[in-house]
């Protein structure tokens, strides 16, 4: 009979075949499947608009007409919509493998509530997370609340491009 594996060897297994698994190579969002060229759907419909967008942009120009604001606008959001995926990549991919320190949970849970309710609780919560939640725990409920932020990140993306390119960012 093989013996069970406790808590903590399932949630590192679960973890480590999630970060394991073939992701979007630009997001590595670990629920969005592969789509094209090893991006996923979203990353690899904004590659599309910026090649659409660059190519009637090119044309206008070659014939000698303006490029209207619109057009530009949403070149430049696409743009950042690029570099947003390829950031929150970056912020969130590597946590999926990492050990959670306490004060990192403390802030998923304080940015989810805040996301969710437009109000600020847990602060300090840090020791509390700490003391209640054994190191692989604390993993774990923090890969819940980042899929949780990451999927509003995604769902938000060309708002959250959008107020950037009009702040100048
Ligand atoms: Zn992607």
Redesign the pocket.
Known sequence: MQPQPSEDEFIKGFLERLSNQER?S??R?WF?PVYRRG??G??YRTDSRIARLERSIGAIEKSGGRVDYATEFDLRIAYKKREL?QLDGEVYSPKLAGPTDPVELEESLREAFRRFTGRDRFTGWANILGEALPPQQRKFVYFLLSSMLREHDRKFLRRRAAHKVVLGR
């Open positions: 979007c630009r997001c969002d969005a991006l996923c979203q990353c995926q």
